[in-house]
T-cell receptor, first 114, second 114 residues
Framework: KAGVTQTPRYLIKTRGQQVTLSCSPI?????VSWYQQTPGQGLQFLFEYFSETQRNKGNFPGRFSGRQFSNSRSEMNVSTLELGDSALYLC?????????????FGPGTRLLVL | AQSVTQLDSHVSVSEGTPVLLRCNYS??????LFWYVQHPNKGLQLLLKYTSAATLVKGINGFEAEFKKSETSFHLTKPSAHMSDAAEYFCVVSDLSGTYKYIFGTGTRLKVLA
């Protein structure tokens, strides 16, 4: 099976712009989670989608949003970018999003905000 | 609510010597516990997981961890370090008590000296 793929891998944006990141989960996986990784804050949970519905949400402002399509692919959007949004954004998938399931991570999208 | 603490941010060992990466967790429910490894500029890869079966869990690349409920610990060990083990290691707790299913520790960067 192909692993989790994320596009693009690298992105440079300027403050105030918006950005959309894409994640394709492992075939058959219905849960997709997004994480932000920064040197200062570590790995923080953004949100989880299951069957096209946001099921869990982390403590991030409303500028961060996401969606999931019927084929389980997911996108996350960040509007009005700030310098502090520079980070590695990781997507992970699992079959049902159950707490004992392994999450399979993509390689990440590295976003730089100038 | 669940939480996880990785007691060392950096660990250095010589090649061929044992590795010990420490992790303590807090959970009101029966947790699932995971160790992930992240090599530079790569996504996260599962090393091993505990999900209420055997308390001694064996993972990939010779790593193992022991779940000790009385000590609320899930330390990661390896008998003999290899240069390729140099990476960042994350302990993760997941249970049903909180909104965020996966809570990551702050990470331990393992350095292996020749």
């Amino acid at each position: 099976k192909a692993g989790v793929t994320q596009t693009p891998r690298y992105l440079i944006k300027t403050r105030g712009q918006q950005v959309t990141l894409s994640c394709s989960p492992i075939s058959g996986h219905r849960s997709v989670s997004w994480y932000q990784q920064t040197p200062g804050q570590g790995l923080q949970f953004l949100f989880e989608y299951f069957s096209e519905t946001q099921r869990n949400k982390g403590n991030f402002p409303g500028r961060f949003s996401g969606r999931q399509f019927s084929n389980s692919r997911s996108e996350m959007n960040v509007s009005t970018l700030e310098l502090g949004d520079s980070a590695l954004y990781l997507c992970a998938s699992s079959p049902e999003g159950l707490n004992w399931e392994t999450q399979y991570f993509g390689p990440g999208t590295r976003l730089l905000v100038l | 609510a669940q939480s996880v603490t990785q007691l060392d941010s950096h660990v250095s060992v010589s090649e061929g010597t044992p590795v010990l990466l420490r992790c303590n967790y807090s959970s009101s429910y029966s947790p699932s516990l995971f160790w992930y490894v992240q090599h530079p500029n790569k996504g996260l890869q599962l090393l091993l997981k505990y999900t209420s079966a055997a308390t001694l869990v064996k993972g990939i690349n010779g790593f193992e961890a022991e779940f000790k409920k009385s000590e609320t610990s899930f330390h990661l060990t390896k008998p003999s370090a290899h240069m390729s083990d140099a990476a960042e290691y994350f302990c993760v707790v997941s249970d049903l008590s909180g909104t965020y299913k996966y809570i990551f520790g702050t990470g331990t960067r393992l350095k292996v000296l020749a």
